[in-house]
């Protein structure tokens, strides 16, 4: 699939966008070389396709896996792994950058290749656990 032409209302058409976790999806993060590296695992075992990974060039340089929404609820996680969920009164929010343009400090590790398509939770957990 193009995924330069992926439509989803989502992915802002310029720039980037703080999304509210809960609605379209939720997202697990984990800083620096470590969820890179876990992403790129996750490219290996997927043939390519991990689903969308936003990655951050400063700060923590945090990688955000984008999963189903109330995917990783009722599931242990390893130390510096933070879930961004909504829930009674709680709301976390994930930044998307666009899929072309200026979106620095944000970038797309692996695009999006459906509107729908996340980050398989299971596999994502496995790949952290492996990693502990």
Known sequence: M????????WIPGSGLQLRKAGVQ?????????????????????TGGDPGPIVQEE?????????????????????DGVTRLTAGQGHVSYVPVP?????????????????PDRRVHTLLLRAALNSHE
Do not use: C, K, M
């Open 25 to 45: 999806f939720d997202a697990v993060r984990v800083d620096g070389d470590p969820g890179r590296a876990i992403a790129d695992e996750l490219a290996w075992l």
């Open 2 to 9: 193009n995924t330069h032409n992926v439509q989803a209302d």
């Open 58 to 78: 400063n700060g923590r340089r945090a990688v955000y896996f984008l999963v189903a929404v109330g995917s990783t609820s009722h599931r242990s996680w390893p």
């Open 98 to 114: 666009a899929l072309e343009g200026h979106t620095w400090p944000l970038s797309w590790r692996y695009r999006p290749t459906g």
